[in-house]
């Protein structure tokens, strides 16, 4: 039988959509205190906000005859009619989140307008007990007791004080990103755990939330498309970190949650972080009002965008670039070997090697570490792959040009000193020694070459063609690739009534080989990243291995194409395919300096 619930159930309903948890409860207070223009907003809590919140601020206050009102579903400033949603420019709207508060808790406000009267009033359980006089400054005080005292069952699905109460910090500690020109403090057990200056810069709200060691490792973004603008920072690619905790994006003032910014902010740094580790970012967006639907989920943490194709393009350049930037330019002014240069030099010519500066990476050991084994090895004399292909086309420039270039080579490239581990190269330079690691090198320069062909890539024909396999699954997404593999070089013709055959593979990889890097290819489809995966899977094989004995003239050509990459210094997983070691490390470590 249907029938209308009574409003008392219908209100703890309403509740559960907006209340979840403590974070919930402080979320909608510091918004109504931003929402109230708030320059300082104070928020303690007891109990991991389970016992006991309280929200201070110093907002514009409620009128005495208005605080009542406050309390009803539905009764809200902030728009009067279906039309104000196109436009809604205030972080809450719907006039939910008082009265719903206050159905789950035990709740009093306190509040005060300028040259006015104060005034409190009390509700529990969502039952008004009552107003009386407060004498109060200006702002708006909300306590809340024994959240969900009336709804057990919710109550016993939070966690523990200490996870609750971690929460609501990194609730705010966004919120005081996000808003830098107010002052935050937060308490919890009477311990102060964050405390923000009230400055308008997101880089010193950064500083005093996370510390001066991350802020150090940030790279400042600022793009504009018309009237849409991204502004903010990036963290430097070493510094990626293993968990998402270091992401907030910001849309018109308003934190949320949006995959398009998420997925442009990875894809920019998609190719220099190693796999599962992800960017740092603090990202503020404007964009016009009517291009942002706000009203599609009950904590108004998810936005819709209508130009979804204009935000991710925006995203993407603004932190490509910085990131870009920061790999072809190191700190203090320091050229690709370490010479210190003025930063009030011209520029080099355009086309210069020296053009190229690379950002030596410090050593690290939180890189993904690469295990040398006999798969990872190339047999260089291996009969068998002599067997199936023709004669392989040097993957390095024409070594007869090094040899005529010798001594200008020797002027603007570091001095060849030799192989160590057969998977290492060692070069000195005019203040220090670098340390080439040959594969990830290799990787960099084959990666470059497979992500920016535009016509198809020179390849080597097979003596004898090899038979090709594949589930229907792998032939349907072969017939979506096709073109794609003949770019990289495959050939791939019919071989028999229901069969296929490799004729031709790209120079860099063996005949051997060109099946299962087919068939690696094949699972990864056609996606955003596909170019980005597929040419790094054929880098990743094509390249010299550890274990490889490489000529002086094959090393010097590596480093050749290496310092003519985009990204020198990392290789296509972002793990470093360089290190450099100071004349005047050197010199400490055998305690030389003293």
């Known amino acids: 039988m249907i029938k209308v619930l009574d409003q008392d159930t219908a209100n703890k309903i ?128 909300v ?34 990103i996000a808003r830098p020109d107010v002052a935050f403090s937060f308490i919890s057990d009477g311990k102060e755990v964050l405390k923000t200056q009230a400055t308008g810069s997101m880089l010193l709200a950064i500083n005093s939330v996370y510390g001066q060691k991350l802020a150090k490792e940030l790279l400042e973004i600022q793009l504009d498309f018309g009237d849409y603008k991204v502004k903010g920072y990036v963290g ?22 949006c995959k398009t910014v998420l997925a442009a902010l990875e894809k920019a740094f998609y190719d220099v972080i190693p ?89 690290r050991d939180d890189y993904p570490k690469e295990e040398v084994t006999e798969e990872t090895t190339t047999k260089e004399f291996d009969q068998q792959r002599q067997n199936y292909q023709l004669p392989r086309k040097d993957s390095f420039e024409d070594v007869s040009l090094i040899k005529e270039q010798r001594q200008e080579y020797n002027l603007a490239y570091p001095k060849i000193l030799g192989q160590v581990n057969k998977t290492y190269i060692i070069a000195e330079w005019e203040d220090c020694i670098l340390l080439y690691d040959q594969h990830s090198a290799h990787e960099r320069v084959l990666y470059e070459k497979y992500l920016l062909a535009n016509e198809n890539l020179p390849k080597t024909e097979l003596l004898f063609p090899l038979p090709l396999e594949l589930s229907p699954e792998e032939f349907a997404s072969l017939e979506r690739l096709r073109e794609d593999l003949e770019v990289f070089g495959f050939e ?62 094959e090393m010097r050509a590596l480093i050749l194409e290496l310092n003519k990459c985009k990204t020198p210094s990392l290789c296509p997983h972002g793990r470093p395919t360089m290190l450099r070691l100071d004349w005047q490390e050197l010199e400490k470590r055998f305690g030389r300096n003293r």
């Open 275 to 363: 796999k599962n580790r992800y960017p740092i970012a603090f990202l503020d967006l404007a964009i016009p009002q009517e291009d942002i639907d706000v009203n599609v989920h009950p904590a108004k943490l998810v936005v819709r965008l209508s130009s979804e194709t204009q935000v991710f393009s925006l995203v993407h350049r603004a932190v490509r670039d910085a990131v870009d930037k920061r790999l072809l330019e190191p700190a203090s002014f320091m050229n690709p070997y370490g010479t210190k240069q003025s930063k009030h030099l011209p520029p080099e010519k355009s086309g210069s090697s020296m053009q190229k500066v690379i950002e030596w990476v410090e050593k």
């Open 14 to 141: 309403a509740a559960g959509e907006v209340v979840e948890r403590p974070a919930s409860v402080v979320k909608e207070l510091v918004e109504n205190a931003l929402d109230a223009k708030a320059t300082e907003i104070a928020v303690e809590i007891l109990g991991g906000g389970i016992s006991f919140i309280r929200v201070r601020d110093n907002g514009v206050g409620i009128n005495q005859e208005e605080l009542p009102l406050a309390l009803e579903r539905h009764a809200t400033s902030k728009i009067a009619k279906a039309e104000d949603l196109l436009n809604i420019s205030s972080l809450g709207f719907r006039g939910e989140a008082l009265p719903s508060i206050a159905a789950v808790s035990r709740m009093q406000i306190s509040s005060c307008q300028e040259g006015k009267t104060g005034a409190q009033v009390r509700i529990e359980g969502g039952e008004f007990l009552g107003i009386t006089p407060k004498a109060i400054s200006r702002g708006t005080i």
């Open 492 to 553: 791939i013709a019919d071989f028999g009534p229901s069969s296929l055959a490799i004729t031709h593979v790209p120079v860099d990889v063996f005949g051997t080989e060109a099946e299962e890097v087919i068939r690696e290819i094949l699972l990864e489809k056609k996606g955003p990243h596909f170019r980005e995966k597929a040419s790094a899977i054929l880098a990743c094989r094509g390249a010299v291995k550890a274990g490889d004995i490489l000529t002086e003239i």
């Open 143 to 176: 306590e809340v007791e024994d959240l969900f005292y009336n709804v057990p069952a919710r109550r016993k699905f939070l966690r523990t004080e200490n996870t609750e109460s971690g929460r609501i910090q990194r609730l705010l500690e966004a919120m005081a």
């Open 236 to 257: 430097k690619p070493d510094v990626a970190r293993g968990r998402r905790d270091r992401q907030i994006f910001i849309i018109n003032n308003r934190l949320v949650e």
